[in-house]
């Protein structure tokens, strides 16, 4: 019971880091009606900002860590940003009127060109931080000690704090209504006035920088990164936009807890190495039954 519970524990932290990206991917997603298969490498380049600026703030002296924190998350979201809008720029905005596959091939081009420019610029090896908050909760039940971070609570509260955030400034703020008229239409929204380029841009924006979000939550939590994480958490985030229903902010993090029950429930009481097997196969389930996802809904198709 105990160890279940410590597993449920894990699986909900790492939950919301995958569902904090997953977040960046349903909003792209939800206005162009594209994968951003980019956006996995620019939360790998916010966790190298993060990890430069704490470096930065402590050779400057500065010892406050919730000052410190705060002051990387600013940097790391405002330069993840420019890359985001970099993105859209090269990547997305002139194959626009293209055929949908060259889109997903620009962006597939620009992964590994983020990649690579993170290995020359940073290197190969894995960099590691010493954990910046430490201490937690522990409760021993049948002699097993159940152990409740600082760490875990803070990516939790931000995760949702993020998700509220943003499902107000989608269905509250004049920018959420241009994302949403974009959305069911971006041809006549831009015949109304919307401007389309500067909405869809702000979406990469604001995406890549729920990025860089996620990419300091990794570094706190595992403190170690290296230049491949965007991969492997790009694919669980996108898996986790689909299982809770692309273009839903809600159901981007419901995808996200879920890949993460998976996976650690999975590592603590079957092989680890099959942990992305069992993630994969329910994703598979699920769409069989539920093909637009948990929370997801249906496309009306114009004819």
């Known amino acids: 019971m105990a160890y279940a519970l410590q597993q449920l524990i894990n699986g909900v932290t790492l939950g919301m880091i995958y569902g904090l990206i997953a977040v960046g991917y349903t909003m792209v997603y939800g206005i162009i009606g594209m994968i951003n298969f980019a956006h996995g490498d620019v939360f790998m380049i916010g966790s190298f900002l993060s990890l430069i600026a704490l470096l930065g703030l402590s ?167 290296d230049f491949y994480i965007g991969f492997i958490a790009g694919v669980k985030a996108f898996t986790a936009a689909v299982l809770g229903g692309i273009g839903s902010l809600p159901g981007a993090v419901l995808g996200g807890l879920a890949i993460g029950l998976i996976e650690t429930f999975w590592s603590a009481y079957f092989s680890t190495q099959y942990k992305d097997v069992a993630a994969f196969s329910i994703l598979i389930i699920v769409l069989i039954f539920m093909p637009t996802g948990i929370l997801g809904r249906a496309d009306v198709e114009k004819v």
Do not use: H
């Not at 990649?115 to 894995?126: E, K, M, P, T």
């Open 59 to 225: 050779a400057l002296g500065i010892t406050s860590v919730p000052l410190a924190l705060a002051l990387t998350l600013l940097f790391a979201a405002a330069i993840a940003a420019l890359y985001g809008w970099t993105v859209e720029r090269i990547a997305y905005r002139p194959l626009r009127g293209s055929f949908r596959l060259a889109p997903l091939i620009s962006a597939i081009g620009m992964s590994i060109v983020l990649q690579n420019f993170a290995q020359v610029s940073q290197g190969a090896r894995s960099k590691p931080m010493t954990g910046l908050i430490p201490g937690g909760f522990g409760l021993t039940i049948e002699g097993f000690t159940v152990q409740l971070s600082y760490v875990q609570i803070s990516i939790v509260a931000t995760t949702l704090s993020m998700l509220a955030l943003f499902t107000w400034l989608v269905t509250r703020t004049s920018l959420g209504r241009s994302m949403r008229a974009c959305e069911q239409d971006l041809k006549m929204a831009g015949l109304l006035g919307i401007d389309t380029d500067r909405t869809i841009s702000l979406t990469f924006v604001i995406g890549a920088a729920l990025a860089a979000v996620a990419g300091l939550m990794f570094l706190l939590y595992y403190g170690v990164i």
